[in-house]
């Protein structure tokens, strides 16, 4: 038998998350029974070592002639990027005035208030994010969040 890359070869999405294993014209013609090991050899040779689906290599290795190319033979871990910050209000800024039929032209807005001690806002920070996989076993980083910026001003 000639070597599996005759039959196959390997390629991968632009962002190297998926990789694809595709059918040359070959290989509709393999004469003989092809080994997981084989397969195996044949992602290490293309570098692809993370995410490898091995029920897609037994899908090749049983059904080689009605399968379609290509399949997606290997995912990597998707990066999880980090959240912003932000700031959470804890009273009601609003300012309209309910219009019913008690109301008067000399309620012109409701003005806020709080209670002395009452939490006012709090300031959630900003994450790192969880590294991802590519399908060649390197490390995605995350891009972290962004600190909330505080102006001085209306909310």
């Known amino acids: 038998m000639g070597q599996l890359k005759d039959y196959f070869y390997i390629s991968t999405s632009d962002d190297r998350m998926l990789a694809y ?3 040359t014209d070959k290989s509709n013609s393999l004469d ?3 080994t997981e090991d084989a397969m195996l050899e044949l992602l290490k040779d293309n570098q692809i070592t993370y995410g490898v689906n091995s029920s897609v290599i037994q899908l090749i290795l049983t059904n080689i ?3 379609k190319s290509p399949l997606i033979i290997a995912k990597g871990k998707p990066v999880q990027h980090g959240t912003d910050g932000d700031i959470n209000y804890f009273f ?3 300012t309209d005035i309910d219009k019913t039929t008690n109301w008067s032209f000399r309620d012109v807005m409701r003005i806020p208030s709080v209670q002395q001690g009452q939490r006012l806002a709090t300031l959630v920070l900003p994450t790192h994010g969880e590294d991802g996989m590519d399908v060649y076993g390197k490390i995605v980083q995350p891009k972290p969040g962004k600190p909330y910026m505080i102006k001085a001003g209306k909310m």
């Open 21 to 23: 294993i595709n059918g």
């Open 32 to 34: 003989q029974e092809i």
């Open 65 to 67: 002639d009605e399968e």
């Open 92 to 94: 009601d800024s609003n």
